[in-house]
DNA sequence: AATACATATGAACAGATGAACATATATTGA
DNA sequence: TCAATATATGTTCATCTGTTCATATGTATT
């Protein structure tokens, strides 16, 4: 008899319940932010190439053929997502994975992926 | 006295070794499709929202102050992805997570973030 | 069949994104 | 200090993306 303020199909302290159990909004958007770094194939081309090895900027762009502002730009966003880590030897920077996160979250996305 | 053609720091060799280790176009491009889902934060608060329940989509439209319209769109682009299913009672149509990769994608990227 | 309810779909618009190009910065060596 | 090399940065442009609004589809009830 009592009056319902719900579309569906929950009550609305199910509804409270679930809602304080939403990460925080800053988390969420650092979440997204993260996974939109893993959305472009050159950039996780750029990840797989650094899988064992580090590399310089040039050497990226020639395996990858890509060019090297485009390597450099994307280098940067990785590095401001903390995905990567980088070493100035000469002229030259290298670059290397930085976060042991990098492996298994492309692993898990690989085997989602491959079913 | 060769001539090198590399920019950079490694040898050609070592350059083929790698490209040869790169995972196919394909792949690559599914991987970087699946992590583009994961890289909104609305379809992560959606995520999160059908963590534990099954929810119908009036209900996470509510939940998370968002329009019927939107949470069916973002549904969609999730379901393409395989990452929730449906059942269809009555009505309404229940959302739920289709794949326990969902979780684990989400714990890493939580990892990652909240260092 | 007519209505109400739940969800899906299509079009349009604003904002974001990646590549390309030109240019700037930094390091080394002559 | 000047030239050469390696990398970074700024700008522009075409394309993609998420939301909104309007409308369509599907289901149950009368």
Not at 6 to 29: R, S, V
Not at 51 to 71: K, P, R
Not at 96 to 112: K, P
């Amino acid at each position: 008899m009592e009056q319902k303020e719900e579309h569906g199909n929950i009550d609305a302290e199910t509804m409270q319940t679930l809602e304080n159990k939403q990460p925080p909004e800053e988390i969420l958007y650092d979440l997204a932010e993260l996974f939109k770094v893993f959305g472009d194939s050159t950039r996780i081309r750029i990840l797989y190439a650094l899988f064992e090895n580090e590399l310089c900027v040039g050497d990226i762009a020639t395996l990858l053929h890509m060019s090297q502002s485009s390597v450099s730009h994307q280098l940067r966003i990785l590095k401001d997502a903390k995905l990567v880590k980088f070493r100035r030897e000469g002229k030259s920077i290298f670059y290397a994975l930085d976060d042991e996160h990098v492996y298994h979250i492309l692993e898990m996305g690989m085997e989602h992926v491959e079913e």
